[in-house]
T-cell receptor, first 116, second 113 residues
Framework: DAKTTQPNSMESNEEEPVHLPCNHS???????IHWYRQLPSQGPEYVIH???SNVNNRMASLAIAEDRKSSTLILHRATLRDAAVYYC?????????????????FGQGTILTVHP | NAGVTQTPKFQVLKTGQSMTLQCAQD?????MSWYRQDPGMGLRLIHY???????DQGEVPNGYNVSRSTTEDFPLRLLSAAPSQTSVYFC????????????FGQGTRLTVV
C-alpha cells in the first residue's frame, strides 16, 4: 500500500483557515485520496476524498497537487469543534469498476489544536 | 438507518476470560473491519472481511478471531483476554468501491484486569 506522511501536530486560531498537508509520493494512478478525522472519544468520520481534481464539500476542501504526490485538506474557518486527529489515507481503486482491496490502514495522523 | 452499531460500549474482563464484541451494519456494505486504538496511538487493523464467508488478517490479529456469516454482522472474539488487549475497539464498514466513504461505530472500550 502506498504510504502517506503527515505532520504530527498543527495549531490554529478559531475562525482562521487551516491547511493540513499530506505527502504521498508513491501514489499510483488509481489511488483515491481520503481524509478522515477523529474527534475526542469518538470513532473516525469521513471528511472528503478526491482522485485528481480539487474537491469541495460542506466540511472542507481538498487541494490535490498536479503530480498527485501531495494534497492539502483546507478548513476554511476553524472552529473549536474542528479540534481532532486528521488522517490522510489512500484507497487503491485498481479493482474492476474502481473497486478497492479490503484493507483500509491508518497512519498516525495530524493532531489539530484550535485556540479560542 | 442506524449505520454501524457496536456493543457493548464498555466492558471489563478478567485475564483469561473470553468475550465477543458485536458489530452490525444496516447499509449492505461488503467490507467490514475491526481496529484497535491504544492511548495516543492511531488505529491498527486487526481483521477485515470483504464479504460473507471471507475474512483476512490485518496488522495485529493475534489473540482475536472473526467470522462473517452474514453481510450485516462481523463479531470479534477474544479467546483468552490479556491485559495487552486493553484498548478501544472500532468497527468499520464500507462498500467495495474506492471512491466511497467508510463508516465507523462509536467504539467499545475494553479493560482487561
Amino acid at each position: 500500500d502506498a504510504k502517506t506522511t503527515q505532520p504530527n501536530s498543527m495549531e490554529s486560531n478559531e475562525e482562521e483557515p487551516v491547511h493540513l498537508p499530506c505527502n504521498h509520493s508513491t501514489i499510483s494512478g488509481t489511488d483515491y485520496i481520503h481524509w478522515y478525522r477523529q474527534l475526542p472519544s469518538q470513532g473516525p468520520e469521513y471528511v472528503i476524498h478526491g482522485l485528481t481534481s480539487n474537491v469541495n464539500n460542506r466540511m472542507a476542501s481538498l487541494a490535490i497537487a498536479e503530480d498527485r504526490k501531495s494534497s492539502t485538506l483546507i478548513l476554511h474557518r476553524a472552529t473549536l469543534r474542528d479540534a481532532a486527529v486528521y488522517y490522510c489515507i489512500l484507497r487503491d481503486g485498481r479493482g474492476a469498476g474502481g473497486t478497492s482491496y479490503g484493507k483500509l490502514t491508518f497512519g498516525q495522523g495530524t493532531i489539530l489544536t484550535v485556540h479560542p | 438507518n442506524a449505520g454501524v452499531t457496536q456493543t457493548p460500549k464498555f466492558q471489563v474482563l478478567k485475564t483469561g476470560q473470553s468475550m465477543t464484541l458485536q458489530c452490525a451494519q444496516d447499509m449492505n456494505h461488503e467490507y467490514m473491519s475491526w481496529y484497535r486504538q491504544d492511548p495516543g496511538m492511531g488505529l491498527r487493523l486487526i481483521h477485515y472481511s470483504v464479504g460473507a464467508g471471507i475474512t483476512d488478517q490485518g496488522e495485529v490479529p493475534n489473540g482475536y478471531n472473526v467470522s462473517r456469516s452474514t453481510t450485516e454482522d462481523f463479531p470479534l472474539r477474544l479467546l483468552s483476554a490479556a491485559p495487552s488487549q486493553t484498548s478501544v475497539y472500532f468497527c468499520a464498514s464500507r462498500t467495495r468501491h474506492a471512491n466511497t466513504e467508510a463508516f465507523f461505530g462509536q467504539g467499545t472500550r475494553l479493560t482487561v484486569v
